[in-house]
C-alpha cells in the first residue's frame, strides 16, 4: 500500500491530524478504524509508523509511534513540457515525478493547442503531482512553476537554476540522447534541463532558438513520437544514464582509496 504523504501542518507534537478529504480517503476507501495501524510518509523523506486514535470521515487523529529515514530518487532535471489537453499533461506529470524529476516548467510552444490558463493548470498539475507523491513514495513533490509563455522568460527562468546540460528531442535531430550522453559529458550529479515539444512538433526557428539558448538537439529515435511518449522516454533514458555514471564514479573512487 503506498504511503501517506504528510503536511507539516497536520502535525501536532506525536498527534496527526488529518485534514477531511484524507480523512474520507481513510475511513471510506482504506477502511481504516481506530487501532489500525497507518504508514505515512513527511516531507523530510521519513518513514512514520502511527496507530489511529480516532477515525472519521470529518476527522482523523493518529499517534506517532517512531519515525525512520528512507531513501529515495530525487534528481537534479528541469522538465519543460508542453501545454496539453487535460489527461495528457496530468499523464506527463504524473510519470515525471514518479521518475525523480524535481522541477517542472509549463511551457507554450510555438505549436501548442492548448491555450494558457495559470490558475487552472497549475492547480490541477500541482494536485497530480502530489498524488503521484503518494503513490511512489516519495517525500516531496516537484516544484511546478507557473506557465511560461514567452521565450525570453523561459530563459531567464532556466538561467536561475543554470542548468548545465540542455536537451531538447526533436525529429530532425541527427544526435541521439546516448550520444549526447558519451563519457565526457558530465551528467551523473549535475542539473539538466529536458525540454519536450507540444502536438505539433517544434517548428525550425523555435528549434534554433532553444539551440542559441545553449540546447543541444538529441533524437529519441526513428519513430514520432507522442508529446507524453517522449517525456517518460526521454526522462527514464536519462536517470538511467545518470545513475549509471554515478555508480561508476563511486566505484572508481572507492577502488583508488582500496589500500
Excluded at 528512507?70 to 508542453?82: A, F, G, K, Q, W
Aim: charged share 25%; aromatic share 6%; with cysteine.
Amino acid at each position: 500500500m503506498s504511503l501517506f504523504l504528510l503536511e507539516p501542518e497536520w502535525i501536532t507534537g506525536k498527534t496527526i491530524t488529518f485534514p477531511p478529504d484524507q480523512s474520507r480517503h481513510l475511513v471510506t476507501v482504506l477502511r481504516k478504524a481506530a487501532g489500525d495501524s497507518l504508514r505515512c510518509r513527511d516531507r523530510q523523506g521519513n518513514l512514520i509508523l502511527s496507530e489511529i486514535l480516532s477515525a472519521s470521515p470529518h476527522e482523523t487523529t493518529a499517534l506517532i509511534l517512531a519515525a525512520e529515514p528512507l531513501s529515495e530518487d530525487i534528481h537534479p532535471v528541469t522538465m519543460i513540457i508542453p501545454l496539453l489537453k487535460a489527461q495528457r499533461s496530468e499523464l506527463i506529470v504524473q510519470k515525471v515525478t514518479e521518475l525523480g524529476c524535481d522541477t517542472i516548467i509549463p511551457f507554450f510552444f510555438e505549436r501548442s493547442v492548448v491555450r494558457p490558463n495559470k490558475d487552472k493548470h497549475s492547480l490541477r498539475l500541482s494536485r497530480i503531482a502530489y498524488e503521484s507523491c503518494k503513490q511512489c513514495e516519495r517525500s516531496k513533490p516537484p516544484v511546478i512553476h507557473d506557465e511560461v509563455t514567452s521565450f525570453d522568460a523561459l530563459v531567464r527562468l532556466l538561467d536561475e537554476s543554470d542548468p548545465q546540460l540542455r536537451l531538447l528531442p526533436w525529429e530532425h535531430a541527427e544526435l541521439s540522447l546516448r550520444s549526447a550522453l558519451e563519457p565526457g559529458t558530465p551528467a551523473g550529479d549535475m542539473r539538466i534541463c529536458l525540454a519536450v515539444g507540444p502536438e505539433g512538433g517544434i517548428a525550425p526557428e523555435e528549434a534554433a532558438r532553444f539551440s542559441a539558448a545553449g540546447f543541444t538537439l538529441v533524437s529519441l529515435g526513428n519513430n514520432i513520437l507522442r508529446s507524453e511518449t517522449a517525456a517518460i522516454a526521454g526522462l527514464a533514458s536519462l536517470v538511467y544514464a545518470c545513475r549509471d555514471r554515478w555508480h561508476q564514479r563511486s566505484s572508481r573512487n572507492s577502488s583508488v582509496h582500496q589500500p
